[in-house]
């Protein structure tokens, strides 16, 4: 079939320049472990938990989201290199498919994300974290929707504003309300009941309660099945707006 | 191979708050022949490029009707694609990439197998002599290696006409030249070459038609020679100090004349007759003469005579 034809070349060409990039690497693998690491020893304490494993049960799912949000998000800067060097409009008078340029490059994002939470859940096993493999797995498919959703946004919004200058503060605006009022770094549990009021308006919330929930063994919880189909609902209108931006874009 | 009907395209630019629309092609009908090096001729911001985007479906006209080789470019823009290569202005290479990858990616993107894409790449980089820098990344090219490998994108799949968008622009004159090699290969192996440029020798020399488009519009189309030879006979440029221009436009009233900054040209029926009587004119009006010069006019002159401008100052 031609779109998956098309979406892998355009994938295994993305794949293939990632993995030339030995800067991507230092950050992608380095940054995350750091941040397992630093919050380690405040974790159990702050989150006032009696074990290590349970703390890590909140705390990685929540980077783990964070991480997907974020790394989608800023995907948009490469692309407007793209656009800058004449390679997007060389791709457009091609036949190929408007689908696949967005998607082969959403999923190199889905892939390198993926890589990343493997890496974080390995090293957070040793931490004494426990989880069931079909969770964890479920888990992940919760993490490849949200940043398939980020990133595909973060290319469509790239291909309207066609500026680096422009992409940054609207990319930081978007993310910094969706990172406080999600609880991804730590469970509103405890905030007043208006902010938990304005956090169910979050679809990042649900994700990441869904994913929690999964983390702590509870495969039954609404918020599992919740999380999923909000996150596939929105990575679907996300990948079909930001196509017909790829169809459609001037220069 | 390419006919087009009253192509049309506006675009409107925000300046702060105001909307400024900005008729950037207005109106374009043009003839290209197969087989034949058609140049689009003219300055900065004409419109060259947005017609060229246009015939490459990049965008769509507002107004008017395309063939191009054969298929609508408003019905199917799809068979357009396939028939077509296109080069953009401002190249299409990644830094990271080398020459042999990109080939290859792009042979693939319009259908061809593994094998036969890395076949086609191999036989295109020979034939543009980058075989050697193949396997390089390109940001380690010069100006005009770079350049030829964006040609070399935009025909890998064989099309039967090829955009080539300022093909030559900022190459030092040597690449230039061996750009025209390769553009004239083209189309000996049967290709149809639709260029754009703003270099008069260029036109002059490479083209075997042109059309010159000043704002939006094609103000003459032939092939260089007769455009040329509808400006009836001969220009005089008188060289002066740049303080005599206005005496010397004051005495040669009679005739007509352009003024530029250090010199003037007189459009006359025949050189030799006229060359005393303006050498007499400017001597009885004192004007001090630094050099004269009998030329044919050159395709300057025919964009002068058409727009009122020089396409040089322009
Ligand atoms: N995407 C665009 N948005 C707004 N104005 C544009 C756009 N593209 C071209 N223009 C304007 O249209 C005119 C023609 O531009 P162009 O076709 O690039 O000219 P040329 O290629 O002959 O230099 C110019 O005034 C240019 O500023
Ligand atoms: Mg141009």
Known sequence: ?251 | MIETRGLRKSFVSRQGREKKKVEAVRGVDLTVAEGEIFGFLGPNGAGKTTTLRMLATLIVPDDGTATIAGADLRADPGEVRRRIGYVAQGGSTWDDSTAREELVLQSRLYGASKGDALARAARVLEGFQLSEYADRKCKTYSGGQRRRVDIALGIIHEPKVVFLDEPTTGLDPQSRAHMWDEIRRLRAEGMTVFITTHYLDEADALCDRISIMDNGEIVASGTPAELKREISGDVVRVGLPVDAVPAAVEALSSYKIEKYEDNVRLYVEDGAVAIPQILRALDAAGVPLGTIELHRPSLDDVFLTKTGRSLRES
């Open chain 1, 1 to 251: 079939m031609k779109l998956l034809r098309d979406t892998s070349l355009i994938f295994n060409r993305q794949m293939q320049l990632l993995l030339r990039n030995p800067v991507w690497i230092l950050v992608g693998v380095f940054q995350p472990v750091m941040y397992l690491l630093l919050f380690a020893p405040l974790l159990k304490p702050a989150l006032q938990v009696p074990t290590n494993a349970e703390a890590y049960e909140i705390f990685v799912p929540g980077l783990l989201v964070l991480l997907a949000i974020f790394g989608g998000l800023f995907q948009g800067f490469g692309l407007i290199a793209e656009l800058r060097a004449g390679v997007i409009e060389r791709s457009r008078v091609t036949p190929v498919s408007r689908l696949a340029l967005l998607l082969g490059r959403s999923l190199r994002d889905v892939v390198s994300l993926i890589a990343q939470a493997v890496i974080i859940t390995l090293l957070a096993l040793v931490f004494d974290l426990r989880v069931f493999l079909p969770n964890l797995l479920l888990a992940y498919l919760m993490l490849a929707l949200i940043s398939l959703m980020t990133s595909a946004v973060s290319y469509g919004v790239a291909l309207v504003v066609k500026s680096e200058d422009a992409l940054a503060p609207l990319m930081n605006t978007v993310a910094q309300p969706v990172l406080l009022l999600s609880g991804i770094l730590l469970p509103l549990t405890y905030a007043p009941g208006w902010l938990q009021g304005v956090a169910d308006w979050n679809p990042f919330s649900w994700a990441v309660n869904g994913t929690r929930a999964l983390f702590r063994g509870d495969l039954g919880a609404p918020d599992v099945w919740q999380g999923l189909l909000i996150m596939a609902v929105l990575a679907v209108l996300a990948v079909a707006w930001a196509a017909r931006e790829f169809a459609r874009s001037v220069r």
